[in-house]
């Protein structure tokens, strides 16, 4: 049940409020929504920078992430997948 005939902005809002992100929090949120989503790779190169699908690499002037967010991330999940190997016995 939503207020708004925009009932994803709506949840934004109520998110945002609930957990206090951040104007960069949200973006992110956005962004990644996007990435996840089901729209064209036109519109996801649209939103997210021409190069994504290829290179991975969102550009920080469509989505205000910053570089330094997205390094974190990209750094954290390589070693989190990294100790599963090491857990796992996995390792490359």
């Not at 956005?30 to 519109?43: C, P, R, T, Y």
Request: some cysteine; overall charge negative.
């Amino acid at each position: 049940f939503h207020f708004t005939k925009e009932p994803l902005m709506e949840e934004y809002s109520v998110a945002a409020q609930i957990w206090k992100y951040s104007s960069v929090d949200m973006c992110e949120l956005a962004m990644n929504s996007v990435i996840q989503s089901g729209f064209e790779a036109e519109v996801k190169r649209h939103w997210v920078g021409r190069d994504y699908l290829e290179t991975g690499q969102t550009e920080v002037h469509k989505t205000n992430v910053p570089l330094c967010r997205l390094t974190y991330r990209a750094t954290t999940l390589e070693q989190e997948h990294a100790l599963i190997a090491k857990i796992t016995g996995k390792q490359e």
